[in-house]
């Protein structure tokens, strides 16, 4: 049903139902692949603020399978190009390491600047703090390097436990500060050069668009909002990178966003724990997907840290669909496998595969895939739709056939998608 909401209310309720097709519609993956080329991932990341970066490549990076699944005909060339060609992308930090526009440089002036303070204080650094020289003085004379191109052999111990070079280092925190920007990676390999060779003066010398640290804190709670689209409150990975923003600065930044009505507060039928919030500019996207009016039903594929799956614990109350990421898992304790994706199809996440692809041969595998429980009307429009999607996913692979590994291959209806393949 239509809200037609006269004003803006503070809190609404809305069913599982709604609440499903609202993340995915925010998503765009209620149809997924409907916008295209740079354009097209520009106006998703202007929803969502940032995609994920993580270098593990099984069927492409994070990034990549993040806009496969919303941009039509992609191929990775095209975030090559924006990142280092356009340079209108920035390989930085916001969730993590993360992709944003190159125009979101100033908003995070005050998380370089604490970082840089936390550096100059740490007298444990000193190390670094002698190879930061080093750096910059060979970047400056030679152009872009990457860590194993400076000759320096003096080592330390990384905060996770192994040692590493302080060249490696001191580019980290060179970069962490903003002195140093990605200037292209060689597969995971990241090339530095000067920030002030890969983002313009007028970025550069931009002030902090922010007054004040509770200006910045409801800048960042908010974004982070709309890269959820649906937001619980409680603690969880999904709000890391918030600078210096924990639990009860969260929380005041939402009481705050609340009473300027930026965002609305949702409570979701049949689910006790909430509440939950949305923007308010999202209320217009709640509207349509109320209306009852379903788009066709498509079918895609989502790399595991995609900004849909942020929140497991949503996936699990509002989808019933429970997934981990195996990655970390060892070996002889993971139910599915090391790399699984999820898949869903109109308003429902109805299996997960094991993919894998050989770059020689150009063969995309399905090694095994998982039927979600209720998952039992694979009629012809289901079939339709993921024999669409495994020819968009094989095209953005670049695969010249698809493979199904021997623990599905009497699956009636993967047998019959691959077949018309």
Same mark, same amino acid.
């Given at each position: 049903?239509?809200?037609?909401?006269?004003?803006?209310?503070?809190?609404?309720?809305?069913?599982?139902?709604?609440?499903?097709?609202?993340?995915?519609?925010?998503?765009?993956?209620?149809?997924? $692949?409907?916008?295209?080329?740079?354009?097209?991932?520009?106006?998703?990341?202007?929803?969502?603020?940032?995609?994920?970066?993580?270098?593990?490549?099984?069927?492409?990076?994070?990034?990549?399978?993040?806009?496969?699944?919303?941009? /039509?005909?992609?191929?990775?060339?095209?975030?090559?190009?924006? /990142?280092?060609?356009?340079?209108?992308?920035?390989?930085?930090?916001?969730?993590?390491?993360?992709?944003?526009?190159?125009?979101?440089?100033?908003?995070?002036?005050?998380?370089?600047?604490?970082?840089?303070? $936390?550096?100059?204080?740490?007298?444990?650094?000193?190390?670094?703090?002698?190879?930061?020289?080093?750096?910059?003085?060979?970047?400056?004379?030679?152009?872009?390097?990457?860590?194993?191109?400076?000759?320096?052999?003096?080592?330390?111990?990384?905060?996770?436990?192994?040692?590493?070079?302080?060249?490696?280092?001191?580019?980290?925190?060179?970069?962490?500060?903003?002195?140093?920007?990605?200037?292209?990676?060689?597969?995971?390999?990241?090339?530095?050069?000067?920030?002030?060779?890969?983002?313009?003066?007028?970025?550069?010398?931009?002030?902090?668009?922010?007054?004040?640290?509770?200006?910045?804190?409801?800048?960042?709670?908010?974004?982070?909002?709309?890269?959820?689209?649906?937001?619980?409150?409680?603690?969880?990975?999904?709000?890391?990178?918030?600078?210096?923003?924990?639990?009860?600065?969260?929380?005041?930044?939402?009481?705050?966003?609340?009473?300027?009505?930026?965002?609305?507060?949702?409570?979701?039928?049949?689910?006790?724990?909430?509440?939950?919030?949305?923007?308010?500019?999202?209320?217009?996207?709640?509207?349509?997907?109320?209306?009852?009016?379903?788009?066709?039903?498509?079918?895609?594929?989502?790399?595991?840290?995609?900004?849909?799956?942020?929140?497991?614990?949503?996936?699990? $109350?509002?989808?019933?669909?429970?997934?981990?990421?195996?990655?970390?898992?060892?070996?002889?304790?993971?139910?599915?496998?090391?790399?699984?994706?999820?898949?869903?199809?109109?308003?429902?996440?109805?299996?997960?595969?094991?993919?894998?692809?050989?770059?020689?041969?150009?063969?995309?595998?399905?090694?095994?895939?998982?039927?979600?429980?209720?998952?039992?009307?694979?009629?012809?429009?289901?079939?339709?739709?993921?024999?669409?999607?495994?020819?968009?996913?094989?095209?953005?692979?670049?695969?010249?056939?698809?493979?199904?590994?021997?623990?599905?291959?009497?699956?009636?209806?993967?047998?019959?998608?691959?077949?018309?393949?």
């Amino acid at each position: 049903m239509a809200k037609n909401w006269a004003q803006q209310p503070t809190e609404i309720n809305i069913s599982k139902q709604e609440a499903r097709r609202l993340l995915l519609s925010h998503h765009y993956l209620w149809p997924p $692949r409907r916008l295209k080329g740079g354009a097209g991932v520009l106006e998703y990341l202007q929803r969502v603020g940032c995609i994920q970066f993580d270098p593990i490549n099984v069927v492409g990076r994070n990034p990549d399978l993040v806009l496969q699944s919303r941009i /039509l005909n992609y191929k990775p060339q095209l975030l090559e190009d924006m /990142l280092y060609k356009e340079r209108s992308l920035l390989d930085g930090w916001d969730k993590l390491a993360s992709v944003h526009q190159a125009k979101d440089w100033p908003h995070f002036k005050r998380f370089r600047q604490g970082l840089r303070q $936390r550096f100059e204080n740490n007298s444990q650094a000193a190390p670094v703090h002698k190879a930061v020289e080093l750096v910059k003085d060979a970047i400056t004379q030679r152009g872009p390097l990457s860590s194993i191109e400076i000759e320096h052999d003096e080592r330390l111990q990384s905060d996770w436990g192994f040692q590493i070079r302080a060249v490696r280092a001191a580019m980290d925190m060179l970069y962490n500060i903003g002195e140093l920007g990605i200037h292209h990676r060689v597969n995971t390999r990241r090339v530095f050069d000067l920030t002030e060779k890969l983002i313009p003066k007028k970025l550069r010398r931009a002030p902090d668009p922010h007054a004040n640290t509770a200006d910045y804190e409801e800048w960042h709670v908010l974004r982070r909002i709309g890269g959820l689209g649906l937001a619980h409150a409680g603690s969880g990975e999904r709000w890391l990178g918030i600078a210096d923003v924990k639990s009860p600065q969260r929380s005041a930044a939402l009481e705050r966003l609340l009473q300027k009505q930026k965002i609305v507060r949702v409570r979701i039928e049949d689910l006790a724990k909430g509440p939950f919030y949305i923007r308010a500019e999202d209320l217009d996207t709640l509207e349509k997907v109320s209306k009852g009016r379903q788009p066709q039903a498509g079918a895609a594929f989502l790399g595991a840290l995609d900004n849909a799956m942020w929140d497991r614990n949503v996936l699990r $109350r509002v989808f019933d669909f429970d997934y981990t990421w195996e990655v970390y898992v060892p070996a002889q304790l993971r139910k599915y496998g090391y790399y699984v994706l999820p898949v869903v199809y109109g308003d429902r996440f109805v299996a997960r595969f094991d993919p894998a692809f050989n770059k020689t041969s150009r063969s995309f595998t399905i090694q095994n895939w998982w039927w979600e429980k209720g998952v039992n009307k694979k009629d012809k429009a289901m079939l339709a739709a993921l024999q669409n999607c495994l020819i968009a996913f094989s095209k953005y692979l670049g695969a010249s056939e698809i493979l199904l590994g021997e623990n599905i291959t009497k699956d009636r209806v993967l047998k019959q998608v691959v077949r018309v393949l």
